[in-house]
């Protein structure tokens, strides 16, 4: 054991210069002071065969009284037969583990996003995704170790009072809100778990769980119908837009044509037009599905197509001046000029309607016609490939229905039509 050297005191122990300084009160235990003034208390031990240095600390934060406790304290537990040292390498591992192992929501919202980055349909989804959880979850949960989230903390944010609403909860103010940020809880907790940052059933499911606590969706939310034209109506309007000037009247006129999305017409390039075979394919990317859409081509729309001088530093379709999409409020701007009060979206629905009444075309392919998702896979793919030149009839019968003056609510679609 080494010697026990003369117990200096506090104000020695403060003026000691630098060098190595055993300070007395346990063997071995001394006092670093380095050249620049920083001062550090080891304890000198033999462990075993082994020589050990053992750090309690610096000076002054740990005094010389506290010193001598940790020092034999130190010295007890190798009396013991303990390995001061692995102990203390031991808990520093368990709570480095721990640290790891207690990630944030916040934390694992970012992680999740990051990861997703390149997978979203666009930039403004991926936007959309982060806005809901750090506007309605991070201010409650965000901060919550992530394993410790149960389904209190999940009601918690679904039913956070909306002082736009009245102190509503969430979940009856803002339903569709609401249910969307339910289920984007519910995929970074499912990414958490996954990852080994929680364990146990996801408290943000609904099927089984929080179905049997909060109203169904389809029980609060109004179903809002796009305002559309009727039918019946679409060739005096088609005369009237045909009036109207400018880039936006013609993407709109070219929409209604195709029975696409005002978002699909805005973002067309030259690239996905074949005009010889008249078609017009949508890549994946750009479609609300996720799936590539071909739309076979009136000769309407091929002429309003062909009409289009392309504009130079751009490969848009329908470009705005400075050669980017249009905004999507530019094609409503051409409604309202038109004073009229329905939206572009509506034509869609004017296009099924007519569709399912004044024709005899299969309910399928004018689904399928609308870039909706068919359940049967089979019948999707066969719409998809064989059916090209049906669905050219199909698009070409509209065309010309809403070119040709209506009588008597409009004319009925004989039923070879369909079938030839």
Known sequence: MPKVAKELSALEVKNLPPGSHAVGGVAGLTLEVSSTGGKTWLLRVRMGSKRREIGLGGY???????ARQKARAVRQQIAE????VAQRQAQKAALLAQQASLKTFAWCVDSYLDGMEGQWKNAKHAAQWRSTL?????????????????LPHILDVLNQAQADKGNAPLWDAKNETASRLR???EKVLDWATVHGYRDGLNPA?????????LKAPNKIQKTEH?????????????????QQEGTGARALEFAILCAARSGEVRGATWAEFDLKKGLWTIPGERM???????????KQALQLIAAIEPTAGTDLVFPSPRGKVLSD????????RMQLEAVPHGFRSTFRTWGGEQTAYPRDMLEFSLAHTLENKVEAAYMHGTQIEKRRKLMQDWADYVDLPQAHGGNVIPLKSANG
């Open 60 to 66: 002054p934060s740990t005094s010389l009284s506290e």
């Open 81 to 84: 037969g303990q390995d001061p």
């Open 134 to 150: 750090e506007t309605y979850a991070n201010p409650i949960i965000g901060k919550l170790a992530v394993q410790s989230i149960a």
């Open 183 to 185: 289920g984007r809880i």
């Open 205 to 213: 499911r609904w099927k089984g769980h929080l179905d049997a606590i």
């Open 226 to 242: 796009h305002k559309a034209i009727p039918y019946a109506e679409m060739n005096p309007f088609m005369k009237a837009l045909r």
């Open 288 to 298: 609300k599905a996720g799936k590539p859409h071909t739309v076979p081509l009136s």
């Open 329 to 336: 409020m530019t094609l409503t701007a051409v409604m309202r």
